[in-house]
């Protein structure tokens, strides 16, 4: 591999994407996507005991369905790339012990998905794995558990606040398939100041318009070259931030620009305010839709530009900022 321009990685034998699974709830199943998951859940305990153990399963069916569409064993994968969004991602450790594959866990907020991806791809490029698997999850109770109010005290939701998806993807990284990983670019962290747990969308949106325009200039790309621009997940109240941070620029996205918290909800039938998040939206876009178009043909070169609150609990309780991050990786169809 080799960098070009300040931040971004070109890949000279560039991996490729051998399979993928995305799993979700009943709220994904009902969306504008819902039938595009490799399989939904009606109960969203996953008939476990905790929400926090029904996102591990999560995970883990996810895996499972990659490795299954592969016809790949456990044993064959050098490397599992995962995190989620609960304190020591406790979904991706629980979930994915009984693979026994040597473990790396990620935390990239609502980002992981790019990250574990490029990660992935790095290993695999740089000949230090022959098969990486890259997965994360949310889970909308678990999620609500820790950062915001317990689901019982039935608060009332802003207008600018997000669904978080409970929801799960997964990708196995190789060599031989049909849709090759071009290029990477590592995110820099961003805050302008906002502090509302309830407003995420602003919070990532200055993040996602520095990556995308340092990818552009790093590639003497415009967006037109791409059949998509997909951020995920900055929401109605992002997205739209996003398009005034890039027009300061000079750039117009909104031709070629869609968001993966917009796409998976169907927000005039569906009560998800500004749209969704968690780390599972964007992944399950991406392995449930995005990727599915690749291999038919309907989409051939896309930024794929998951988009991350580096928040905590801790951090929100002494009156943090929320900064971002936003990380981007180059897809295109052979």
Same mark, same amino acid.
């Given at each position: 591999?080799?960098?070009?321009?300040?931040?971004?990685?070109?890949?000279?034998?560039?991996?490729?994407?051998?399979?993928?699974?995305?799993?979700?709830?009943?709220?994904?199943?009902?969306?504008?996507?819902?039938?595009?998951?490799?399989?939904?859940?009606?109960?969203?305990?996953?008939?476990?005991?905790?929400?926090?153990?029904?996102?591990?399963?999560?995970?883990?069916?996810?895996?499972?369905?990659?490795?299954?569409?592969?016809?790949?064993?456990?044993?064959?994968?050098?490397?599992?790339?995962?995190?989620?969004?609960?304190?020591?991602?406790?979904?991706?450790?629980?979930?994915?012990?009984?693979?026994?594959?040597?473990?790396?866990?990620?935390?990239?907020?609502?980002?992981?998905?790019?990250?574990?991806?490029?990660?992935?791809?790095? @290993?695999?490029?740089?000949?230090?794995?022959?098969?990486?698997? =890259?997965?994360? +999850?949310?889970?909308? /109770? %678990? $999620?609500?558990?820790?950062?915001?109010?317990?689901?019982?005290?039935?608060?009332?939701?802003?207008?600018?606040?997000?669904?978080?998806?409970?929801?799960?993807?997964?990708?196995?990284?190789?060599?031989?398939?049909?849709?090759?990983?071009?290029?990477?670019?590592?995110?820099?962290?961003?805050?302008?100041?906002?502090?509302?747990?309830?407003?995420?969308?602003?919070?990532?949106?200055?993040?996602?318009?520095?990556?995308?325009?340092?990818?552009?200039?790093?590639?003497?790309?415009?967006?037109?070259?791409?059949?998509?621009?997909?951020?995920?997940?900055?929401?109605?109240?992002?997205?739209?931030?996003?398009?005034?941070?890039?027009?300061?620029?000079?750039?117009?996205?909104?031709?070629?620009?869609?968001?993966?918290?917009? @796409?998976?909800?169907?927000?005039?039938?569906?009560?998800?305010? =500004?749209?969704? +998040?968690?780390?599972? /939206? %964007? $992944?399950?876009?991406?392995?449930?839709?995005?990727?599915?178009?690749?291999?038919?043909?309907?989409?051939?070169?896309?930024?794929?530009?998951?988009?991350?609150?580096?928040?905590?609990?801790?951090?929100?309780?002494?009156?943090?900022?929320?900064?971002?991050?936003?990380?981007?990786?180059?897809?295109?169809?052979?």
């Amino acid at each position: 591999m080799k960098r070009i321009g300040k931040s971004t990685l070109e890949f000279d034998r560039p991996p490729t994407i051998l399979s993928h699974g995305a799993v979700g709830g009943k709220k994904e199943a009902e969306g504008p996507l819902g039938a595009q998951f490799d399989q939904t859940f009606q109960d969203t305990t996953l008939q476990e005991d905790s929400w926090e153990k029904a996102e591990a399963q999560l995970q883990k069916e996810a895996v499972t369905i990659a490795l299954r569409k592969a016809g790949v064993g456990p044993e064959n994968v050098d490397f599992i790339l995962a995190g989620d969004l609960l304190n020591q991602c406790i979904s991706s450790t629980f979930g994915l012990m009984d693979f026994q594959i040597p473990f790396l866990g990620q935390y990239g907020a609502c980002s992981t998905m790019a990250q574990t991806l490029l990660m992935a791809t790095i @290993l695999v490029e740089s000949g230090a794995a022959e098969k990486a698997l =890259a997965v994360t +999850s949310s889970h909308f /109770c %678990s $999620a609500e558990r820790q950062f915001r109010l317990p689901l019982e005290y039935g608060g009332q939701r802003s207008p600018t606040a997000q669904w978080t998806a409970t929801a799960s993807g997964c990708v196995l990284v190789g060599t031989g398939g049909p849709v090759e990983i071009r290029r990477g670019l590592a995110g820099k962290i961003q805050d302008l100041g906002v502090k509302d747990p309830a407003n995420m969308g602003a919070a990532m949106a200055p993040a996602a318009a520095s990556s995308i325009f340092e990818f552009l200039e790093d590639t003497h790309t415009r967006p037109e070259d791409y059949d998509g621009i997909f951020t995920g997940d900055l929401g109605l109240v992002g997205s739209r931030l996003l398009y005034e941070c890039m027009d300061d620029n000079g750039i117009d996205l909104r031709p070629v620009h869609q968001d993966c918290g917009l @796409l998976l909800y169907d927000r005039e039938r569906q009560d998800v305010h =500004a749209g969704g +998040s968690g780390c599972g /939206c %964007s $992944a399950g876009v991406l392995c449930g839709h995005l990727l599915r178009q690749m291999e038919k043909g309907e989409l051939k070169n896309i930024l794929f530009c998951a988009t991350g609150a580096l928040m905590s609990p801790t951090s929100q309780q002494q009156g943090l900022a929320i900064p971002g991050v936003c990380h981007v990786v180059q897809l295109v169809a052979k």
